[in-house]
Nanobody, 116 residues
């Protein structure tokens, strides 16, 4: 069964950039539609970016033009390039498959803090 480990978070100033990585272990990664999610303090988890098994992407309106999701199936890794970061982007970021077995199981995520 596939598992995901997020990395790359940190503290950045407004307008800065970060690149998050999501490393998958287990079988079936190349068949999975994947998503990046985030959860800010006191708020519900939201889908930020989705990427299909063949690399087609979609984004929540608030990050359009600033965030870019990509994947490398050979490395079984999904990425989220985040540019022009804003304080409201502060959250714990998670990756997960969009559907299927264990899609409701979440890892520890990686903290992104945007502050001056």
């Amino acid at each position: 069964q596939v598992q995901f480990v997020e990395s790359g978070g940190g503290l950045v100033q407004p307008g800065g950039s970060l690149r998050l990585s999501c490393a998958a272990s287990g079988s079936g990664f190349s068949d999975y539609d994947m998503g990046w999610y985030r959860q800010a303090p006191g708020k519900q988890r939201e889908l930020v970016a989705a990427i299909t098994s063949v690399g087609i992407t979609n984004y929540v309106d608030s990050v359009v033009g600033r965030f870019t999701a990509s994947r490398d199936n050979a490395k079984t890794t999904v990425y989220l390039q985040m540019n022009s970061l804003k304080p409201e982007d502060t959250a714990v970021y998670y990756c997960n498959k969009r559907w299927g077995l264990r899609s409701g199981v979440w890892g520890q995520g990686t903290q992104v803090t945007v502050s001056s």
